[in-house]
């Protein structure tokens, strides 16, 4: 069949179909531009020449399909909306999803069942497949799939979430792909001038319904209506504020992960980027980053845990928890009556940033220390005592008094492997046990572990890599940090967002208390393991983290129930982080 070689451009009223046509069959172009009026619902094309077109008002025109195909639609016709059909390419299979069924023909088992699976949480659902025996269905629920790149898995993910439904998803012969969701869409290797009447549509204020493509990668660009005066979700506002994509490349930004909540809920998560700059793994909302820093709030919480079962009190001496030898004090300092609080608001005396050297000083410090370095996953990792003890096979300091405690704020790493020892001396267990098992099972946290191991509890698969500041994937793809309470967390986006929920309502879970209110209102007012700004209706608390070839950060607003996470495998982005953070409660207006 003879068909149309050049780019066909048809404008029309603001109530009919426009389109753009590169080489579709002939009489398809012709049937498209008798239809203009209509507003085409559906357009697909077969391998053999093939095609069916949809229009609003039911009708469908077809050539050259499957006869069991044109069976069902005829069926279908007078009794059932139809919204989309589409063809398995190199086999006579096919798809009809309408208004109250889904009917299928020579389609892969699997598929057939995650289909029915998929239309009975949800009929607005979305199907497609590749040429290379790939499939997707995706709902607003949840995204079944086989043999589809993951860039655009993770894509499709990041746009169902929000106020506008998956429109379709192409995939061309060349492996080129594209994700439409109303007036946004993503591309990757799609023919030059398909994306750039795309871009025409967008900038023309029309909205794109569909994009079918043909085996010989012709396609068609399908627009119906003006782009709906409605607000953006969210996330697609952050996406366009931040330039998340081009802001990545320019920062050799490798992966990032972004979660936030709203009346004290986890609302939406996207996941931009890669788990490895060396593969083309893309990160998933279950990839799990070094979270740094964000550790010492985690470690606070826990504290307040042993607080709420009657273990620990903050307002007591730590001698009553730990052997005067495990933290010692410089000549010049008179006392070393320290209570944990002190220790979680950073004013216990003990070494920490502009504190630390040179070492046996009490005062005319420099400005370093404070921080961890973690070991390779080829060194003889330190026990927490030979840390504390400052031993050789320790790549740091002993830790002791450097300074009178509650005498001045010196943020201090130190301090808080002090209390990840009191925490075990407490428990009787190694931190990383019990927390997952009294802390992460009960908070939702089920991708969260300190273990120094930790592919001994996760697959590497799902761990991300740490990245230097030029985009490359650091010796050993992460650091190890024994210091767990301080830097050694690893966790996701959404499990980190669990712990701010609890802050937000006060320690409470469910309904049930699991940290006491008013400890919960100290933790805030005394900034322990968080640090504050505002009050009243406009206090929130954060806190950012550093390990080598991983940032983050956190933000909460317990007034407003809201919160936001960030966390990036990257070294590059330095304080992006921070700005990203600040999008968003703009955004919000928090």
Request: proline residues 3%; positive net charge; glycine residues 8%.
């Amino acid at each position: 069949m003879k068909q149309i070689l050049c780019v066909i451009t048809l404008m029309m009223s603001v109530h009919g179909t426009q389109f753009f046509n590169s080489n579709i069959p002939q009489n398809a172009h012709n049937k498209m531009r008798s239809l203009q009026q209509s507003q085409i619902r559906s357009l697909a094309f077969t391998d053999k020449s093939g095609w069916v077109i949809v229009t609003k008002d039911n009708h469908y025109f077809c050539e050259n399909i499957p006869i069991t195909c044109q069976q069902q639609l005829s069926k279908c016709k007078n009794l059932e909306q139809i919204q989309c059909i589409t063809f398995v390419p190199e086999s006579d299979g096919w798809v009809i999803l309408t208004s109250n069924n889904v009917y299928s023909s020579d389609i892969p088992q699997q598929c057939q069942q995650q289909l029915t699976t998929a239309f009975s949480q949800d009929k607005n659902i979305l199907v497609s497949f590749t040429a290379t025996g790939g499939w997707i269905i995706a709902n607003s629920k949840q995204i079944f799939s086989h043999k589809i790149p993951e860039k655009c898995l993770q894509v499709i993910d990041n746009f169902r979430q929000g106020f506008r439904p998956l429109n379709c998803v192409t995939f061309f012969r060349n492996n080129g792909w594209l994700v439409l969701c109303g007036e946004h869409y993503f591309a990757s290797g799609i023919p030059d001038d398909c994306y750039w009447r795309l871009q025409e549509f967008r900038n023309q204020n029309r909205l794109v319904h569909a994009v079918a493509a043909t085996p010989e990668n012709g396609w068609s660009v399908i627009s119906n209506t003006n782009i709906p005066k409605k607000p953006l979700h969210p996330a697609r506002r952050f996406e366009e504020v931040s330039s998340i994509w081009s802001s990545m490349r320019d920062r050799n930004v490798q992966g990032l992960s972004v979660a936030v909540i709203v009346d004290n809920k986890v609302d939406w998560v996207c996941n931009y980027g890669v788990v490895d700059g060396k593969e083309s793994r893309y990160i998933k909302r279950d990839t799990i980053f070094q979270a740094a820093s964000l550790s010492k709030t985690f470690c606070a919480v826990s504290v307040l845990r042993l607080v709420q079962q009657q273990k620990l009190r903050l307002d007591a001496n730590i001698r009553l928890y730990l052997s005067n030898r495990f933290v010692g004090k410089r000549s010049c300092i008179a006392s070393n009556n320290v209570t944990i609080q002190q220790i979680l608001a950073h004013r216990s005396g003990i070494i920490g940033r502009g504190t630390t050297y040179p070492l046996g000083n009490c005062s005319n410090f420099n400005g370093d220390g404070g921080g961890f370095a973690g070991y390779s996953n080829t060194e003889n990792i330190p026990s927490i005592d030979s840390i504390l003890l400052g031993h050789p096979n320790s790549n740091s300091p002993r830790i002791e008094f450097s300074h009178t405690p509650d005498q001045r704020f010196s943020y201090s790493g130190a301090g808080y492997v002090v209390l990840q020892k009191i925490i075990e001396n407490t428990t009787k267990e190694p931190y990383h046990l019990w927390a997952k098992k009294s802390m992460f099972a009960n908070l939702g946290m089920k991708n969260s572990s300190f273990a120094t191991n930790i592919t001994s509890e996760f697959a590497e698969l799902r761990l991300a890599s740490g990245h230097d500041n030029y985009g490359s994937v650091i010796s050993g793809k992460r650091r190890i940090y024994p210091e767990s309470t301080a830097a050694g967390l690893y966790t996701t986006a959404f499990d980190l967002a669990n712990l701010i929920v609890l802050i937000n309502q006060k320690g409470q879970i469910n309904g049930q208390p699991f940290l006491h209110r008013n400890d919960v209102d100290i933790m805030l007012q005394k900034q322990l393991g968080v640090f504050t700004s505002g009050s009243g209706n406009y206090l929130s608390y954060s806190h950012s983290g550093s390990n080598a070839g991983f940032k983050s950060i956190y933000y909460g607003f317990p007034q407003q129930k809201s919160g936001v996470v960030i966390l990036c495998n990257s070294d590059g982005a330095g304080n992006w982080l921070e700005e990203l953070a600040k999008n968003i409660i703009s955004i919000y207006q928090w």
